[in-house]
């Protein structure tokens, strides 16, 4: 979702290079190279997944900015201390990454939809706060 929002704006091609859906653990830890003791431990809805997950993404794609999201969109796949719309948005840039712990309301959809409006807001911040 977060590709397409990107995408749906003309002339985007200029700068973004593209994205990596990295849904499941092996892909994670494959493409990204989230360290599977993060994993095992923290588990993939956690600080540490995203911002390695974000860091991965700068690598593999060649560029300044990233940004990574891993989270609970529902309806089910919540655990204890870990709900339902509890997402973590990972920036990485030249200067440094930032990592947010989120907690959005409403069904899957809604979730889905306030995580790309965060991750993208998050994502511009970064950018205009860096000063290469």
Do not use: H
Request: charged share 15%; aromatic share 6%; hydrophobic share 45%.
């Amino acid at each position: 979702m977060i590709g397409g929002a990107v995408t749906a704006a003309p002339g985007v091609s200029e700068f973004y290079k593209g994205g990596i859906v990295s849904y499941s653990n092996e892909i994670k830890e494959r493409i990204l190279g989230v360290d599977g003791a993060v994993l095992a431990t923290a588990g993939a809805v956690s600080r540490e997944c995203a911002g390695q997950m974000a860091q991965g993404a700068r690598r593999v794609l060649g560029v300044d900015f990233s940004v990574a999201v891993t989270g609970i969109a529902g309806p089910g796949g919540a655990t204890p201390g870990k709900p339902v719309g509890l997402v973590y948005i990972a920036t990485a840039s030249p200067g440094g990454m930032e990592v947010t712990r989120n907690l959005f309301g409403g069904g899957r959809e809604s979730v889905r939809a306030a995580t790309v409006r965060a991750a993208l807001a998050q994502l511009l911040e970064s950018m205009r706060s860096w000063r290469g």
